[in-house]
């Protein structure tokens, strides 16, 4: 598998109140469909034209949402095979669905925590922080 094209269709941030100091923060992502487009440029290959939904949750105060689109190679006849047969009941073997997923909250999570800052939001992922490794 081989990523030859990722976009956002949408990004809807909303901040609806603010936010109370322990407030929860959820996070949902899934893959809505699957398409397998014929490409000029891959007309030996298997395309897959993934379409996603990534989606944090502040409880009832804010959200975020991205849609978009993964393209995806797929060089494997026998896994292109399988994930269309597979998709007929809306699942995908895990030796495609978590790198794909990976993918998305990977591109999905920077997007987000520029967004968050931009709106005064917590950061839904937890910051890296260096400590001392001395005691007082």
């Known amino acids: 598998m081989r990523v030859i094209g990722f976009s956002f269709n949408q990004i809807s941030i909303e901040k609806k ?3 109370d100091r322990n407030i929860k923060i959820n996070t949902n992502i ?4 699957i398409s397998f487009p ?3 440029l891959f007309q030996t290959k298997e395309v897959a034209n993934f379409e996603y939904n990534f989606k944090i949750f502040y409880e009832d105060c804010a959200e975020l949402i991205f849609k978009g689109t993964i393209l995806v190679l797929i060089e ?28 998305i909250l990977s591109k999905c999570n920077l997007k987000a925590l ?21 005691k007082n």
């Not at 899934?30 to 469909?33: A, C, G, L, S």
């Not at 896994?79 to 997923?101: A, V």
């Not at 005064?120 to 260096?130: F, K, M, N, T, V």
């Open 17 to 19: 109140k603010e936010l």
């Open 30 to 33: 899934d893959i809505k469909d």
């Open 38 to 40: 014929k490409l000029d």
């Open 76 to 103: 494997d006849k026998k896994q292109f095979e399988e994930l269309k047969k597979s998709w007929k009941t809306k699942k995908i073997d895990d030796k495609l669905r978590i790198p794909l997923m990976n993918i």
């Open 114 to 134: 520029q967004l968050e800052e931009d709106l005064g939001l917590p950061a839904h992922l937890p910051a890296p922080r260096i400590t001392s490794s001395e």
